[in-house]
């Protein structure tokens, strides 16, 4: 099966930009969508598309995905921001499978 | 405004049953396919299962066939998880999720969620 590889967290001063990797085989050549996850709140689908922004999530958040990493990039990150944040593709077609997720925390 | 409101979690022995359900609004909900997944306490999203919009195909992970059963019922706006055998590691909030378009798109709404616990 595939296997999608986030660090279990990431740290970042307020203001700063923050990256989150998701590592998978050729990555590259599928469509990975992202996921902000605040304790006790449902996920939100803050990217899709590898760096297309759904309405309503701000212009501090973007993607990129090439060959084996794709990565999540939040610019001036707020105190707002930390939460858990999962990558997700679909694999062959009618599989889907979620990074282990990574903890973002603000310092 | 699109909104997705599980039912049906509660505390089950092991190796009842139980069924889930969620109630959607604010969409045309036979045109979207709609897919469960859940989170063990402490844990990450495990994807269970997913179900086009006219109920004709599904789609589980190879882990769960024989278990659980998706289902939708389009004139009640309704999705459903039938889950059979249940084991403690079932324990987990199970989230239902609407699909962007089509059934391989990504999540773009999601429920808050309804807790299921399995113990004795």
């Known amino acids: 099966s595939y296997v999608l590889t986030q660090p279990p967290s990431v740290s970042v001063a307020p203001g700063k930009t923050a990256s989150i990797t998701c590592g998978g085989d050729?990555?590259?050549?599928?469509?990975v969508h992202w996921y902000q996850q605040k304790p006790g709140q449902a996920p939100v689908l803050v990217i899709h598309?590898?760096?297309d922004r759904p309405s309503g999530i701000p212009e501090r958040f973007s993607g990129s995905n090439s060959e084996n990493t794709a990565t999540l990039t939040i610019s001036r990150v707020e105190a707002g921001d930390e939460a858990d944040y999962y990558c997700?593709?679909?694999?062959?077609?009618?599989?889907?499978?979620f990074g282990g997720g990574t903890k973002l925390t603000v310092l | 405004e699109v909104m997705l409101v599980e039912s049906g979690g509660g505390l089950v022995q092991p190796g009842g049953s139980l069924r889930l359900s969620c109630a959607a609004s604010?969409?045309?909900?036979?045109?979207?396919?709609m897919t469960w997944v859940r989170q063990a306490p402490g844990k990450g999203l495990e994807w269970l299962s997913t179900?086009?919009?006219?109920?004709?195909?599904?789609f589980f992970p190879d882990s769960e066939k024989g278990r659980f059963t998706v289902s939708r019922d389009n004139s009640k706006d309704t999705l459903y998880l039938q889950m059979h055998r249940l084991r403690a590691d079932d324990t987990a909030v199970y989230y239902c999720?609407?699909?962007?378009?089509?059934?391989?798109?990504?999540?773009?709404?999601w429920g808050r969620g309804t807790l299921v616990t399995v113990s004795s």
């Open positions: 999720a609407k699909g962007a378009t089509t059934v391989t798109t990504p999540f773009d709404y």
């Open positions: 604010g969409f045309t909900f036979s045109d979207y396919p």
């Open positions: 179900i086009s919009g006219s109920g004709g195909t599904t």
């Open positions: 050729n990555i590259g050549s599928r469509s």
């Open positions: 598309y590898d760096n």
């Open positions: 997700q593709v679909w694999y062959s077609s009618n599989d889907v499978v």
